[in-house]
């Protein structure tokens, strides 16, 4: 693949402003095409497709909010999630933390929830934490699956047209490490409390986010529910830290965002 002064470069042979998802899931069946969401990583590698598709022009770049749920639009910029008051306060600002250090102002401009979400990379501070929450994801032809299903699915052809919140009275946090301010999360953590339940998801582990709940045991030390928590998910090496590293990381934050959902001191 030929690159300009060294730099990766994305090329394709033909643009398409999809004027409909079913235009768009049409022509995304060709394994040569790519949907383009905000292209914050696809133009960082030598990639060249037959057609680029484009879903700007479909109006799904929008939060909506009712008694019942928030519906969040694929083309959603990552900035649009961090400023919308009502998720922030709805979930006690863990959307505009989760989304604090991703690179800077910038690429959240750019990059979108549906990219994010649907990419199920490893690294992602959005997955992790949705995945705490509530959440589903619709599908144009696979309809709708909750967002813990969703991370576990094959990568399909299909189009993620928006993710679902429900209210239904959770708590949140959350919270990252990273070696630099706008490096990748070395761990990513989130929690949820709803009545007697505890919702915890790891990410960057260094592999994607996945859910574990566990009941809250009144009388037994927060240490010791985050020790049992996070001894159900599974972590690795890389370039970042050891999976050693990450789980004491994890034991550390895990519990610290059940003392603060909890209400009790550090």
């Known amino acids: 693949m030929k690159k300009e002064r060294g730099y990766p470069v994305f090329r394709s042979n033909e643009y398409v402003k999809a004027e409909s998802l079913e235009e768009a899931y049409q022509l995304n069946q060709k394994k040569s095409n790519v949907l383009l969401g905000g292209m914050m990583w696809l133009k960082m590698g030598s990639n060249y497709k037959s057609a680029a598709i484009d879903l700007s022009g479909l109006g799904l770049d929008y939060i909506e909010e009712d008694e019942e749920e928030f519906r969040i639009g694929c083309m959603c910029s990552l900035r649009q999630l961090a400023l919308h008051k009502g998720l922030n306060q709805y979930f006690d600002g ?12 910038q690429f959240r401009n750019g990059a979108t929830v549906g990219g994010s979400v649907f990419g199920r990379f490893g690294f992602s501070d959005i997955l992790t934490c949705m995945m705490v929450l509530d959440s589903y994801v ?17 990568y399909s052809r299909d189009i993620l047209v928006r993710v679902i919140i429900k209210k239904d009275g959770r708590k949140a946090a959350y919270v990252s490490q990273r070696r630099s ?10 929690a949820a409390k709803k009545d007697d339940m505890w919702y915890i998801s790891v990410g960057a582990r260094p592999s994607k986010a996945a859910l574990v709940t566990r009941p809250v045991q009144t009388g037994c030390e927060l240490s010791a529910q985050a020790e049992e928590a996070v001894s159900m998910f599974s972590f690795g090496d890389n370039l970042r830290g050891s999976a050693d590293y990450r789980k004491s990381l994890a034991e550390i934050y895990v519990r610290r965002l059940m003392e603060q959902l909890s209400g009790e001191e550090a």
């Open 94 to 105: 863990a959307f505009r933390e989760c989304t604090r250090w991703i690179v800077g102002t």
């Open 138 to 154: 619709e599908l144009y032809k696979g309809g709708t699956v909750s967002l813990e299903e969703f991370a576990k699915m094959k």
């Open 181 to 190: 301010k706008t490096d990748f999360p070395l761990i990513a953590v989130a």
